[in-house]
């Protein structure tokens, strides 16, 4: 009889262990990436950019329709305030910051900061 109340113990103690694993994993909040660099190549049709960073390395991103952008004054007229929704990526050549997730080596961008085509030119000159 006491083995038998020890197993239940024992047996319990393990389902519940078990449920706490699976809840933190459930839980689990993905983890954003940043990275800056120069837009090498943009599709529109597929909502995808390639970010080339100063180490050469060159990073494939989608953006979607909940990826929030933000453009400095002056870079192009009207990307201060455009919607993710109508977003066309950036123009070829501007330097980027982009946060985004990653899950099975699939990039999706959670936030796109455009700078200036003349910044990129001094980054790409150092």
């Known amino acids: 009889m006491f083995q038998a109340k020890r197993f239940n113990l024992v047996f319990v103690a393990l389902v519940v262990l078990a449920g706490i694993v699976a809840w933190q994993s459930v839980v689990a909040e993905d983890v954003v990436h940043k990275i800056s660099g120069i837009a090498w190549s943009v599709d529109n049709t597929t ?11 060159e990073y494939t991103i989608t953006w979607t329709d909940k990826t929030t952008v933000e453009a ?12 993710a929704a109508t977003y066309e ?6 330097w980027v910051t982009v946060k985004y997730t990653e ?12 700078a200036s085509k003349a910044k990129a030119k ?3 000159q150092r």
């Open 47 to 57: 909502k995808t950019m390639v970010v080339k960073v100063s180490d050469g390395t």
């Open 72 to 83: 400095a004054k002056g870079t192009r007229k009207g990307v201060e305030n455009v919607s």
């Open 89 to 94: 990526g950036a123009e070829e050549g501007t």
């Open 103 to 114: 899950k099975d080596e699939h990039r999706t961008a959670v936030a796109i900061k455009e």
């Open 122 to 124: 001094a980054a790409a």
